[in-house]
């Protein structure tokens, strides 16, 4: 597999769209699951859980992907 320089990576990063997928999960008692951020550039905020679709990747297969990694096996 050819991985993108960095520079090309950051080129990319900053002119094009990224799709991404985003989880909301609400508790029985309407709380909503955040999480902390540890990576920048967002370092330090809260977020809810989720992440990019990856190119050919079917929303499906990220939604598991992503879930997965973000939340663990259930």
């Known amino acids: 597999m050819n991985l993108l320089s960095d520079q090309t990576f950051h080129f990319i990063l900053e002119n094009t ?3 991404s997928i985003d989880f909301l999960i609400q508790n029985n008692m309407n709380k909503i699951l955040l999480g902390k951020r540890v990576n920048r550039p967002a370092q330090d905020y809260w977020f809810v859980p989720g992440g990019r679709i990856r ?3 079917r929303i499906e ?10 939340l663990g096996k259930i």
């Open 55 to 57: 190119k050919d990747e």
């Open 61 to 70: 297969d990220a939604f598991v992907r992503l879930s997965e990694n973000e």
């Open 17 to 19: 769209p990224l799709v």
